[in-house]
């Protein structure tokens, strides 16, 4: 069966919560239905009706998008699935008139976002907020 790759296609916050999990992140009831009102739009991947893989975009309106929360079942990682979601969510982001699409990632995943997916990495600074 192959992978069915949708930009805001339909999904539960059960859904989320549960891929989320499957691969020990910690997601609380109800962080889906917060996220997605401050969302471009995100892209799913389906086998069938299970989802296996998500990508959140979040913008500023204009130039700028902002590349969140990837998630790729365990049993599906290393099959392409994941650079499908992230250049999927880049097209979107280009239709939609955004210039820019930022990540920020762990350094274990630096071949994931630099080789797989193409991009390049810049100067950035941060700040933590919670004291």
Wanted: net charge negative; charged share 25%; proline share 2%.
């Amino acid at each position: 069966m192959g992978i069915d790759y949708r930009w805001r296609g339909e999904l539960t916050d059960d859904e989320v919560v549960e891929l989320t999990r499957s691969h020990g992140g910690n997601a609380e009831a109800g962080w889906w239905d917060r996220v997605r009102t401050h969302s471009l739009g995100w892209t799913t991947a389906r086998s069938g009706a299970a989802l296996i893989g998500f990508v959140n975009v979040a913008w500023d309106g204009a130039e700028h998008a902002f590349l969140l929360d990837p998630k790729v079942r365990p049993d599906h990682q290393h099959n392409g699935i994941g650079t499908a979601l992230v250049r999927s969510a880049a097209e979107a982001a280009r239709r939609a008139g955004c210039t820019w699409l930022h990540v920020d990632f762990e350094e274990r995943l630096r071949p994931f976002y630099l080789e797989a997916c193409g991009f390049r990495t810049t100067a950035a600074g941060l700040l933590y907020l919670r004291l």
